[in-house]
């Protein structure tokens, strides 16, 4: 097994109440809620936590995008992987650097990708690994005005061409429905030929599960919700699906997101970092109502089909003050909000509190 560390980079000082006042973090005034000392704070402890982890010996670190959000501020996370990437490279060590990624189905500049990929291969001496996201729906479609119906289709477009550009040995042109060039000819290229692992984020839809074992990919599955509440049916089916394509159970073709809060006792990571988790789903995701994660057009048929058939992939995103089951970006009133006591015992070990991605 690999464990790394996954970081986003939330703004840290959002009020108490927030998920009272505010609709969702998507739609929160910038303005109205930043001390600027505090938001140069909140990306150095970013950059900081990231090294820490390679200086500690995790064997990976991962980084993610979201844009125009409190809880990542990472519009590109290429930036924080290369200062990560020439970091551990200076100092020695074998880290290797995930990005989680760039959102293939928002982008409308697919070789800017390709490129930056590229380059963070050759920075970091052939220790990326690529994530290939669709990427979340109110990104794409709300932030970035993408037409839902067109998300995937190009996100399929953009992930052929971003392969292709990295191990064509000859110029070539690229005549898409999407994009259009009259040469691609990429400098410089991955160091990892024809291509560095790619590992596909998703919520454990059929589709793209049976899409990632058909091409040899990596599965990440970012519960947030644990192996017990979420995960054990998301494995089973992803290796019932494996069976069907004829793909072993390499433990390699699947990674999990896990909340690790450590203390030493279960009291003390209850009362240590309940705030914090419970400021997480409240205050974060769980402000992002179901219209923000799936605007119409956006999920396949199968997909749609999938969640009402298995709502109990929700997880804990089921349990949010706004949840994803609402139909509205309203908050709902502070006395709902308090009623509910939120499940947050740990397992004691040592270390620090974070989110680890096991592979």
């Given at each position: 097994m690999k464990v790394s560390l996954f970081e986003q980079v939330p703004?840290?000082?959002?009020?108490?109440?927030?998920?009272?006042?505010?609709?969702?973090?998507?739609?929160?005034?910038?303005?109205?809620?930043?001390?600027?000392?505090r938001m140069q704070e909140s990306l150095q402890s970013g950059y900081g936590e990231l090294m820490h982890a390679a200086r500690a010996g995790f064997d990976g670190v991962c980084v993610t995008e979201h844009s125009q959000s409190t809880y990542d501020i990472s519009p590109n996370p290429n930036l924080m992987a290369a200062a990560v990437a020439y970091g551990t490279r200076a100092e020695g060590l074998d880290t290797a650097i995930t990005v989680?990624?760039?959102?293939?189905?928002?982008?409308?500049?697919?070789?800017?990708?390709?490129?930056?990929?590229?380059?963070?291969?050759?920075?970091?001496?052939?220790?990326?690994?690529?994530?290939?996201?669709?990427?979340?729906?109110?990104?794409?479609?709300?932030?970035?005005?993408i037409p839902a119906i067109e998300t995937r289709e190009r996100y399929n477009e953009h992930r052929e061409l971003i392969l292709k550009a990295w191990s064509e040995p000859d110029p070539f042109a690229w005549n898409g429905r999407f994009e259009k060039y009259g040469q691609?000819?990429?400098?410089?290229?991955?160091?990892?030929?024809?291509?560095?692992?790619?590992?596909?984020?998703?919520?454990?839809?059929?589709?793209?599960?049976?899409?990632?074992?058909?091409?040899?990919y990596a599965f990440v599955y970012l519960s947030w919700s644990g192996p017990k509440l979420v995960g054990h049916q998301i494995f089973d089916r992803y290796w019932e699906f494996?069976?069907?394509?004829?793909?072993?159970?390499?433990?390699?073709?699947?990674?999990?997101?896990?909340?690790?809060?450590?203390?030493?006792?279960?009291?003390?990571?209850?009362?240590?970092?309940?705030?914090?988790?419970?400021?997480?789903?409240?205050?974060?995701?769980?402000?992002?109502?179901?219209?923000?994660?799936?605007?119409?057009?956006?999920?396949?048929?199968?997909?749609?089909?999938?969640?009402?058939?298995?709502?109990?992939?929700?997880?804990?995103l089921a349990k949010c003050t706004t949840s994803p089951t609402r139909r509205s970006w309203t908050?709902?009133?502070?006395?709902?909000?308090?009623r509910r006591r939120w499940p947050t015992r740990s397992r004691s070990s040592s270390g620090n509190f974070g989110s680890g991605i096991c592979s």
């Open positions: 703004y840290r000082y959002l009020p108490a109440g927030f998920e009272d006042r505010y609709s969702s973090v998507v739609t929160a005034p910038y303005f109205e809620l930043v001390e600027p000392e989680l990624g760039r959102s293939l189905g928002k982008s409308r500049e697919p070789l800017k990708v390709a490129e930056e990929y590229a380059l963070l291969d050759c920075i970091s001496g052939g220790r990326l690994i690529a994530g290939f996201p669709v990427g979340l729906s109110y990104d794409a479609n709300q932030n970035g005005a691609v000819n990429l400098w410089p290229r991955p160091i990892q030929q024809p291509h560095p692992p790619i590992w596909i984020p998703g919520s454990g839809s059929p589709g793209t599960m049976m899409d990632i074992l058909r091409r040899d494996a069976e069907k394509q004829g793909r072993d159970r390499n433990p390699y073709r699947l990674a999990f997101l896990q909340v690790v809060a450590v203390s030493e006792t279960d009291a003390d990571a209850e009362k240590e970092y309940a705030p914090h988790l419970e400021a997480h789903y409240r205050a974060g995701l769980g402000t992002v109502p179901v219209s923000g994660f799936a605007v119409p057009g956006y999920a396949e048929p199968a997909g749609i089909e999938h969640m009402i058939r298995n709502p109990g992939d929700l997880g804990m908050p709902r009133s502070r006395s709902s909000a308090v």
